[in-house]
């Protein structure tokens, strides 16, 4: 079983920069390939970005040069730098966790980011 936490949420200006961060329970956290979804109003959940346990990432064209992800394994914790923020990133920001192969997975509870002047 794994909880997951986010952090660091809120309210930014157009141009500005925020930094989630995701903080897990339990074991194995470095054998989880981690995820950022996200989720703006009337529209559905879409992923953003992940990371494997090897450290290679993913990225969505829509944030590709803004966004970093990045994990600490001795932390439990996987961080999402978000720069250049623009109105449209504004969503709900999931952390997700899921180990390779399996059908089962791990979300947290969110985390609200605007961006708004």
């Known amino acids: 079983q794994v909880q997951l936490v986010e952090s660091g949420g809120g309210l930014v200006q157009p141009g500005g920069s925020l930094r989630l961060s995701c903080a897990a329970s339990?074991?194995?956290?470095?054998?989880?390939?981690m995820a950022w979804y996200r989720q703006a109003p009337g529209k559905q959940r879409e992923l953003v970005t992940t990371?494997?346990?090897?450290?290679?990432?993913y990225y969505a064209d829509a944030v590709k040069g803004r966004f970093t992800i990045s994990r600490d394994n001795a932390e439990n914790t996987v961080y999402l730098q978000m720069n250049m923020l623009k109105p449209d990133d504004t969503a709900v920001y999931y952390c997700?966790?899921?180990?390779?192969?399996?059908?089962?997975?791990?979300w947290g509870q969110g985390a609200q980011v605007t961006v708004s002047s």
């Open positions: 339990g074991r194995d956290f470095n054998s989880y390939t």
């Open positions: 990371i494997t346990s090897g450290g290679n990432t």
């Open positions: 997700h966790a899921q180990l390779p192969g399996a059908d089962w997975w791990y």
